[in-house]
Nanobody, 126 residues
Framework: EVQLVESGGGLVQTGRSLRLSCAHS????????IGWFRQAPGREREGVSC????????YYLDSVKGRFTISVDNAKNTVYLQMNNLKAEDTAVYYC???????????????????WGQGTQVTVSS
């Protein structure tokens, strides 16, 4: 069974950076996708970014394009989300989630992901 463990959250000031990590294990297929999602109080969970292992293609929420970068380190079985120029509206609990295998083109819809980590809090203060 796929297991995901997030780390790297914290409290930072506006304009600073954080890097989130998602350590994964247990994939049954070689073609999987991992996505990063976030949920702020009183709001629905939204997809931030995802990446597919097979071709390395990545996708981003419009509001984070140019600021966030998702990457895969296969040697460490870890997916990262580098977040630069953080804004107050980025404050949320961030989750990584996985599809295994990927049925089609990965999307940022939470409903498509089968496995979820426990989440890590990111707070951006102005």
């Amino acid at each position: 069974e796929v297991q995901l463990v997030e780390s790297g959250g914290g409290l930072v000031q506006t304009g600073r950076s954080l890097r989130l990590s998602c350590a994964h294990s247990g994939f049954a297929f070689d073609d999987w996708a991992i996505g990063w999602f976030r949920q702020a109080p009183g709001r629905e969970r939204e997809g931030v970014s995802c990446i597919r292992r097979r071709d390395g293609r990545s996708y981003y929420l419009d509001s984070v394009k140019g600021r966030f970068t998702i990457s895969v380190d296969n040697a460490k079985n870890t997916v990262y989300l580098q977040m630069n120029n953080l804004k107050a509206e980025d404050t949320a609990v961030y989750y990584c989630a996985a599809e295994d295998p990927v049925p089609g083109v990965p999307t940022l819809s939470p409903d498509e992901y089968d496995y979820w980590g426990q989440g890590t809090q990111v707070t951006v203060s102005s």
